[in-house]
């Protein structure tokens, strides 16, 4: 089972931009589907963005032109590159990392965007 830290959150005001950053421990990072996951208060989780191994990408809706998911093997990361940032997008970031039907997930990072 890999573990997963996430970095990179913090407080920007409304249009503003934040990287976050997952790091994943252990080996075959390559073999992982990643992906980055939001939780506001009182909601339930959800998709942001998913980006297989072969780097295909998948994004929700409500963030498609404005973040960009990526990935570098060689560092074991997985990013999320989030501009155009809104209050809306004030919640915890969870990075997952599926691989062979088994998910692993980080602690989490808040992100609070002011209006």
């Known amino acids: 089972q890999v573990q997963l830290v996430e970095s990179g959150g913090g407080l920007v005001q409304a249009g503003g931009s934040l990287r976050l950053s997952c790091t994943a421990s252990?080996?075959?990072?390559?073999?992982?589907?990643m992906g980055w996951y939001r939780q506001g208060t009182g909601k339930q989780r959800q998709l942001v963005a998913t980006?297989?191994?072969?780097?295909?990408?998948n994004y929700a809706d409500t963030v498609k032109g404005r973040f960009t998911i990526s990935r570098d093997n060689a560092k074991n990361t997985v990013y999320l590159q989030m501009n155009s940032l809104k209050p809306e997008d004030t919640a915890v970031y969870y990075c997952?990392?599926?691989?062979?039907?088994?998910?692993?997930w980080g602690q989490g990072t808040q992100v609070t965007v002011s209006s």
């Open positions: 980006i297989t191994i072969s780097g295909s990408t």
């Open positions: 252990g080996r075959f990072f390559v073999s992982y589907a």
């Open positions: 997952k990392a599926d691989r062979l039907g088994n998910a692993s």
